[in-house]
């Protein structure tokens, strides 16, 4: 069942139907689809510039991005557009998100996708911190380039879209409305 399951991409939803109406017939299944589908219970979520840190990845979001268009993509070289920002989340406390997005220009379908999570009751200590394991892994796609399915994809970030406040402490610049500010 769980190799006809993944085969044939039965979403969780679909599967834990299924499931509910096998049950009665067959005691041994479990009730839950994550249990034949063996999806990960747990993360490792870093500790790092005074938050919380989970770092999602950029080459294996691109892979699964060429899984599903490159039949589309007439090139080889790939540029991505970043978007950092922070996102309070409640009115009520002071958590907030500070998400990596991307998005890769040449896909027909431009949707973003998350390539790391902060989250802590303030914006992250340190920019350098923050963006370290990211920079790393872009780093050494941008120097080993990316093999899938034979060919040799070029990856390069052709912007980088924040709002001024954001734009400041990603360059660890001071804002424009900040002591000595330009």
Avoid: M
């Amino acid at each position: 069942l769980a190799h006809w399951a993944v085969d044939f991409s039965i979403s969780h939803a679909a599967l834990g139907s299924l499931l509910t109406t096998l049950k009665p017939l067959h005691s041994k299944l479990p009730k839950d689809s994550r249990t034949i589908l063996g999806t990960t219970r747990s993360v490792c979520i870093d500790s790092l510039a005074g938050g919380s840190y989970y770092h999602f990845g950029l080459l294996s979001t691109v892979k699964s991005k060429l899984d599903k268009y490159s039949n589309t993509l007439n090139t080889q070289n790939l540029t991505l557009i970043l978007n950092i920002d922070g996102l309070p989340l409640f009115k009520s406390s002071n958590l907030q998100l500070w998400p990596i997005l991307g998005i890769i220009e040449q896909l027909p379908k431009k949707e973003p996708f998350v390539i790391g999570l902060f989250s802590g009751t303030t914006k992250p200590s340190s920019p350098n911190d923050f963006l370290k394991p990211f920079i790393t892994e872009l780093n050494k796609i941008v120097e080993d380039d990316i093999l899938h399915e034979g060919k040799v994809y070029t990856l390069c970030v052709s912007a980088v879209i924040c709002d001024a406040p954001a734009r400041s402490f990603v360059k660890c610049i001071k804002s424009h409305s900040g002591y000595s500010g330009c």
